[in-house]
């Protein structure tokens, strides 16, 4: 058994740090609710402790980040963005004391992309990553060709410098070079439909080239394609990690889809699953895409059909109470860095839900307040990412001995 303090510490503006007292409680939410989505922007909920005589030292649009410890040694950043509100209200005051209470609610950067016009120049039929990577460099990358031509150096804020205004965020995209899985997996047709807000275009060529776009808790931006999921090596949770009570799922008629339709740039290509339609009455589902070519439409409307025409039921949430005695230190470490398609399995699922779990987290939430840390995964079955059958799949006139691949074990369906 080891002992843990999440001791988390909150920095403002790259230089005023608050722990300790202070800290009331931190709530942050990362990641999207399933894998049929895009991740949101990611928020944190901050709230602190102050004489009401002691304002704190804030403001709207500073940098904020958060810090845990590790199990081991060092501390790790879990997440990054700016403020965009902030409240304040007393506690007490007067002769029951002097206590005020600042809630700080702050924002990732997939917030600063609907913020930004983009596309004006157009973009040539490129592969999902590459049009990923064009649109962020240009939301964020700024240069003096941005200053309107009536704008004196007078009129611009104090605290600009020549230097500082002309490509502010050199460092940010230097870093998406990095994080953007290039060129990807799909060739996305050219677009020509002028300016658009930044989130909207970057969102509709993930979901078209079946990639993610997610914010790390450094807050640096990721794009990770369609194949980047596929070799991930698994972090293995025990009984002793996974907090049973709370556990959940559901399987619910209205996210089957037996009849499948993927829009692309000539036309619309079709899969249906004919056993699913009898059990369960035809589904329809149509996905918008920016799609080139035919073959990738269809082969989308395939792979959609394999996961979605049947229900499946897993642990949608799988909370860890990191300050839990049980956690070992090498399994704290790697759930504080944890991050949007981080796949995970466990053996020790009670047996209303399968016993064994494979997936990758698609979302999380951190509670934290100075002694405990509790960390919230929201998942996805590994099925729903790459193609993985079930015996309702296999045509009834089959044997085993005349199945395929003859490594398949029937424990695996």
């Known amino acids: 058994m080891t002992t ?48 009401a005589s002691d304002p704190l030292n804030v403001a709207l649009s500073q940098s904020v980040s958060i810090s845990i410890d590790k199990g081991t040694t060092g501390t790790q950043e879990i997440f990054a963005g700016i403020i965009s509100d902030i409240d304040i209200s007393l506690q007490a005051y007067g002769s029951d004391g002097s206590i005020a209470i600042y809630t700080i609610t702050a924002v990732g950067p997939l917030s600063q992309l609907n913020r930004h016009l983009v596309g004006g120049s157009n973009y040539a039929k490129e592969f999902d990553g590459t049009r990923i990577l064009n649109i962020l460099s240009e939301a964020f990358l700024q240069s003096w060709s941005d200053v309107g031509a009536t704008i004196t150096w007078d009129g611009l804020p104090t605290e600009t410098t020549w230097a500082s205004y002309d490509a502010t965020n050199v460092a940010l995209v230097d870093n998406l070079t990095a994080n953007v899985d290039v060129p990807g997996v799909y060739e996305l047709m050219a677009y020509s439909d002028g300016e658009a807000d930044a989130y909207t275009l970057a969102i509709n060529a993930a979901n078209s080239g079946r990639g993610v776009l997610w914010e790390g808790g450094d807050g640096d931006l990721h794009y990770d394609d369609y194949a980047s999921r596929s070799s991930a090596s698994p972090l293995t949770l025990t009984a002793d990690d996974i907090l049973a009570q709370g556990l959940r799922t559901q399987a619910q008629w209205g996210e089957i889809v037996n009849d499948v339709n993927v829009t692309y740039r000539a036309g619309t290509e079709n899969a249906r699953d004919e056993n699913s339609i009898i059990q369960y009455g035809q589904l329809s589902g149509t996905r918008t895409t920016q799609l080139h070519n035919a073959a990738d439409a269809l082969a989308q409307a395939n792979d959609f059909l394999e996961s979605r025409a049947y229900p499946r039921m897993y642990p949608e949430t799988i909370t860890i109470p990191l300050h839990s005695p049980t956690v070992t230190d090498a399994t704290r470490d790697a759930l504080v860095a944890v991050y949007n398609g981080l796949r995970i399995n466990t053996s020790a699922l009670p047996t209303v839900f399968g016993t064994i779990f494979d997936g990758f987290v698609e979302g999380y939430t951190w509670n934290l307040t100075r002694y405990t840390a509790e960390l919230a995964l929201t998942c996805s079955a590994y099925s729903e990412t790459y193609l993985s059958i079930i ?11 005349g199945y395929t691949p003859s490594t398949q074990a029937w424990q695996d369906l």
Do not use: H, M
């Open 4 to 51: 843990y303090d999440p001791y988390p510490t909150v920095t403002f503006a790259g230089a005023t740090t608050y722990a300790d007292q202070t800290i009331s409680s931190i709530s942050i939410r990362s990641g999207r609710n399933d894998v049929t989505t895009q991740p949101q922007p990611g928020f944190a909920s901050i709230s602190l402790w102050t004489d």
């Open 391 to 401: 015996w309702d799949q296999i045509p009834p006139t089959t044997t085993w001995a």
